[in-house]
Each structure stands twice: as structure tokens, then as C-alpha cells.
């Protein structure tokens, strides 16, 4: 696997999580801090929200944004010291913020996290696995894997949370503008072609109770992934933008907040692109 390079159709910054090398978390870990004391804490005004993938790129700036707007947040993310890390570093800025450490793979796990919590109010599901490969090489298996990550960890985390929460409460799944189309990755286009088809079906489902799902589709973004490519292939990069740049990762999160928003109660099973005007088909030059 390599989940390094992106053509200009990928995603750069989804967080990533990697089944291949990683030490799996059996169960939803709390991660002790002894100057903090989590849930008990309190809920904040806007009450609680969920996102996966939070302790880097996109993730960890939606983190911040929805604390900062006024949600107690839970960050999720399968590497544990890390996600403890930047949620200690969050609460040092008087941010209510909490982390597990699990494997969204891990149904059992994910069934007693949501167990655990009090019902969510907003619930992200952005962590996701990138994987390029050239369309004769791809495998079953590389179909398999992607979609248990991509789909299937994203459909678990979004039933079960369905379960517990409130009429009104709000769901945004992250796909990729790579849906639409894109070279080297089949298999990734087809997991991220497939939320934004259960980002749509779930609105429709959940409609009746006021709660609103959406998608984001990000374009090419800054993150460590983007910013290690050699400065010939970021060239490359940034003259398909029409903008002529790459997006933040805090474009991503004011999206997010945006869509979370209890000003916001008339948009559900649609996909917001954030992506410089790629989609539209013209490029910077």
C-alpha cells in the first residue's frame, strides 16, 4: 500500500488510517489525564460532538473549529498518544475536549463507545483510508479493505450513533472530490462514490427526526501529504486549481461547522464541494 501520493483528483489531507500497520485498539480507550475528567466535565451548550480521525489534517482542525463554536468534542482517532496529545494541547486553550483511541474496524469497540457516551449532537465521520494503485493492479482484497474503512466503519459509527441521538442532531460524512472520477485509484473513488450514496439514503431515513446529514467533498489540501511531494509534482498540482492554490485544512472545518450549525435546518443529503472550483472542469491555466 501506499498512501503517500495523490494525483490532482485525490483528497490530500483525509486522515488516514491504515490496516496494515497498525497496532489495533481492542475497545474504546479513554486516555488518562490526570488534570482532566472528561464526559463528567459536562456537556457543553451546543451539547456533544463526535469526530473520527481527529488528531491530525482535516480531522484535528474540524476538532478545534466545532470546540471553539461551542461543542464539547470527542476526538476519535486510532493512534492513541497522539490523540491525547493535541486534545491536552486543545483543553491548555480552556477547549472542552476529550480522546479515544480506537480501531473503527473494531465493531464491538465502536458499539461501546457509542454505549458510553450521552447521545451526540453532531458526529463527523471524517477518518478514511487512501490508497493509490494503477486500475490492472488493484485487488479484491484492496476492494475489501478500503470499503470496510471508507463505507462500513462510516455506516456502524452512524447507525449506532443514530440510535441515541435527539431529533435535530446533525451527521457529515467526508468524501472526496475523487468521487466524480479520477486515474490510479479505482478503489478509493468507489468507497468515496459510495458515502456520498449513504450520505443520501441516510438523510432520507433520518429525515422524519430532524437530523441532517451532508456531505463534504474536499479538493487538493494542504496537509504533511501534499507538502511532500517533490515541488515538480506540486507544481503540476496547483496549475489544474483554478484558484492556482491548495485549500486548508481549516476550510474543511468551517464547512463542517457550517453544517453542524444550529442556524443551519433546511440542507440535508446534499455534498458540499470544497475544492478551489476543481469540479467545475477548468484548471488554473
Given at each position: 500500500m501506499n498512501p503517500g501520493t495523490r494525483d490532482e483528483a485525490g483528497q490530500a489531507g483525509e486522515s488516514l488510517v491504515s490496516?496494515?500497520?497498525?497496532?489495533?485498539v481492542s475497545g474504546a480507550q479513554p486516555l488518562a489525564d490526570p488534570h482532566?475528567?472528561?464526559?463528567?466535565?459536562?456537556?457543553?451548550?451546543?451539547?456533544?460532538?463526535?469526530?473520527?480521525?481527529?488528531?491530525?489534517?482535516?480531522?484535528?482542525?474540524t476538532v478545534e473549529q466545532l470546540a471553539r463554536d461551542g461543542f464539547q468534542v470527542i476526538l476519535v482517532?486510532?493512534?492513541?498518544?497522539?490523540?491525547?496529545?493535541?486534545?491536552?494541547s486543545l483543553r491548555a486553550q480552556g477547549l472542552n475536549v476529550d480522546a479515544r483511541a480506537i480501531d473503527l474496524t473494531d465493531e464491538a469497540a465502536v458499539r461501546a463507545l457509542v454505549r458510553e457516551l450521552p447521545p451526540l449532537r453532531a458526529l463527523v465521520n471524517n477518518a478514511g483510508l487512501f490508497d493509490e494503485r494503477k486500475f490492472l493492479d488493484v485487488t479484491n482484497e484492496d476492494f475489501r479493505r478500503i470499503y470496510e474503512i471508507n463505507l462500513v466503519?462510516?455506516?456502524?459509527?452512524?447507525?449506532?450513533?443514530?440510535?441515541?441521538?435527539?431529533?435535530?442532531?446533525?451527521?457529515?460524512?467526508?468524501?472526496?472530490?475523487?468521487?466524480?472520477?479520477?486515474?490510479?485509484?479505482?478503489?478509493?473513488?468507489?468507497s468515496k462514490a459510495a458515502v456520498v450514496g449513504y450520505t443520501r439514503a441516510s438523510a432520507m431515513e433520518l429525515a422524519p427526526r430532524g437530523i441532517l446529514v451532508n456531505a463534504i467533498a474536499p479538493g487538493l489540501i494542504d496537509t504533511p501529504i501534499l507538502q511532500a511531494l517533490t515541488p515538480e509534482r506540486l507544481a503540476a498540482q496547483l496549475a489544474l486549481q483554478p484558484?492556482?492554490?491548495?485549500?486548508?485544512?481549516?476550510?474543511?472545518?468551517?464547512?463542517?461547522?457550517?453544517?453542524?450549525?444550529?442556524?443551519?435546518?433546511?440542507?440535508?443529503?446534499?455534498?458540499?464541494?470544497?475544492?478551489g472550483g476543481k469540479s467545475l472542469g477548468g484548471s488554473g491555466s
Open positions: 490496516t496494515s500497520n497498525v497496532d489495533h482532566h475528567t472528561g464526559i463528567a466535565d459536562g456537556i457543553s451548550p451546543l451539547g456533544l460532538a463526535l469526530v473520527t480521525g481527529g488528531a491530525s489534517g482535516m480531522g484535528r482542525s482517532d486510532r493512534n492513541g498518544p497522539l490523540a491525547e496529545q493535541e486534545a491536552a466503519a462510516v455506516a456502524t459509527l452512524t447507525q449506532e450513533a443514530a440510535r441515541k441521538m435527539e431529533d435535530g442532531a446533525r451527521i457529515v460524512n467526508i468524501a472526496s472530490r475523487a468521487y466524480l472520477g479520477a486515474k490510479n485509484h479505482p478503489h478509493y473513488v468507489a484558484t492556482g492554490k491548495a485549500g486548508r485544512p481549516e476550510d474543511i472545518a468551517r464547512a463542517v461547522s457550517f453544517l453542524v450549525s444550529p442556524n443551519m435546518g433546511f440542507i440535508t443529503g446534499q455534498v458540499l464541494f470544497v475544492d
